[in-house]
Each structure stands twice: as structure tokens, then as C-alpha cells.
């Protein structure tokens, strides 16, 4: 198993310009996630999915968007950059809580820079 | 609303000596999950070990411990014998599970900065 996957793992951006940071999870997973981790702080959820096409919100999540249209995928888009989504993106996953571990298995990061 | 202190931001110890990284959190459920994570300098997230609010039995694994007391609201993780690879950001998180939703969120601490100098 790969386990989580992210791509890419770093990108420069211009203010304005969109992209969209790739999450794969190959151990079929209902639950996944999305953490942004600013320098000297935890990390902090952007936005989860409890499974294929069911999305919502957490702590951060103004300027980002996210889809699930399939188990093992969880896109984030990013539609109008900004200096201040200059951060680290962890994706991770999770196994519904009656199917095993809590534990929440990451990504090795993307490293987005906005320029 | 949930929330974890690690008031420790950056420890440096010498190789072989012991340390203990604090936590403390805070929530109004009566069930939930602590756990511990470590980021290495390559910058992924390690899981090292999770308890539930209903066993308060410390845990040994290694030169690793955890102490927790519901009492105190603490969750301290102490290294023994600490080695230069154990340098490394070390993160406490809070698991609040959503009955309806079904999912969780994990609160994080801001982190240890934790250097074991040679």
C-alpha cells in the first residue's frame, strides 16, 4: 500500500493564479482530510469528507474548495491565491470509527508558496 | 470548544538525558482521544501512539511513555535515554467525535520543537 499520496510537493504561485493540490489514499478510507500547517503552529483542518460526494467545512476553510467524488480522492482547490495560503498541506485519511483505528494516517505534504 | 497547550515551544537536552514534553487540553466531551504525532525534519507526520479518555493506564513502548491524568488534563510524553534521531517537532491532538456526522477533528497543539544535542 502507498497509503496517502500527495501531489505535487512544492509550488510557487502567483497572487491570483488557481491550482488544485491532489490527495490519493489507496486503503479505502471513508473518512479524509485536509490540514494546512503554518510555520510554528499545528495544523489546523481546512475542510473533510465523511465519504464519496459528502464534503464539509472545518476550522479554516474560506478560500478553498473541495470535491469527493470517489473514495480514494479528495482534491483541494485553490481559486484565487493569496499570500496568506502560503502554508504546508497535509491530506490524511481515516477508517470509519467501526472499522478500525481513529488514527488519521497522513500525507507526506505539499509546500505552497505565494508569491 | 476544544483546545491543546503545549506551553513548551522549543527543549534541547544532551543525548542521553531524559525529557518530558507537556500537554494539556481541554473539551466538554466525555469521550475523546489523545494522541501523539512526531514530525521529523523531513517534514511527515508519525503517528506514535493514541488513548482513549476512558483508560488512564500509562503507556511504556521503548525509551518512550505517556502519562495521563483526566485529574489534571494532562498527556505528557517523556523520552528516555533521548538519541539525536528523536530531534523532531512533537505534536498532542484531541480527537472530538461527531455522534451525527460521524467523523472527527483532530485539534492540535502548536508543538515542541524538541533538539537532542550529540
Known amino acids: 500500500n502507498a497509503g496517502v499520496t500527495q501531489t505535487p510537493k512544492f509550488r510557487i504561485l502567483k497572487i491570483g493564479q488557481s491550482m488544485t493540490l491532489q490527495c490519493t489514499q489507496d486503503?479505502?478510507?471513508?473518512?479524509m482530510y485536509w490540514y494546512r500547517q503554518d510555520p510554528g503552529m499545528g495544523l489546523k483542518l481546512i475542510y473533510y469528507?465523511?465519504?464519496?460526494?459528502?464534503?464539509d467545512k472545518g476550522e479554516v476553510p474560506n478560500g478553498y474548495n473541495v470535491s469527493r467524488s470517489t473514495t480514494e480522492d479528495f482534491p483541494l482547490r485553490l481559486e484565487l491565491a493569496a499570500p496568506s495560503q502560503t502554508s504546508v498541506y497535509f491530506c490524511?485519511?481515516?477508517?470509519?470509527?467501526?472499522?478500525?483505528?481513529?488514527?488519521?494516517?497522513f500525507g507526506p505534504g505539499t509546500r505552497l508558496t505565494v508569491l | 470548544a476544544q483546545k491543546v497547550t503545549q506551553a513548551q515551544t522549543e527543549i534541547s537536552v544532551v543525548e542521553k538525558e531524559d525529557v518530558t514534553l507537556d500537554c494539556v487540553y481541554e473539551?466538554?466531551?466525555?469521550?475523546?482521544?489523545l494522541f501523539w504525532y512526531k514530525q521529523p525534519p523531513s517534514g511527515e507526520l508519525v503517528f506514535l501512539i493514541r488513548?482513549?479518555?476512558?483508560?488512564?493506564q500509562n503507556e511504556i513502548s521503548g525509551r518512550y511513555s505517556w502519562n495521563f491524568q483526566k485529574s489534571t488534563s494532562s498527556f505528557n510524553f517523556t523520552i528516555t535515554a533521548s538519541q539525536v534521531v528523536d530531534s523532531a517537532v512533537y505534536f498532542c491532538?484531541?480527537?472530538?467525535?461527531?455522534?451525527?456526522?460521524?467523523?472527527?477533528?483532530?485539534?492540535f497543539g502548536k508543538g515542541t520543537k524538541l533538539s537532542v544535542i550529540p
Open positions: 490524511a485519511s481515516s477508517p470509519r470509527r467501526d472499522r478500525g483505528s481513529l488514527e488519521q494516517f
Open positions: 486503503m479505502n478510507h471513508n473518512y
Open positions: 469528507s465523511v465519504g464519496a460526494g459528502i464534503t
Open positions: 473539551t466538554r466531551d466525555t469521550t475523546y482521544y
Open positions: 488513548r482513549n479518555s476512558f483508560d488512564e
Open positions: 491532538a484531541l480527537l472530538q467525535v461527531y455522534s451525527g456526522a460521524g467523523s472527527y477533528q483532530l485539534t
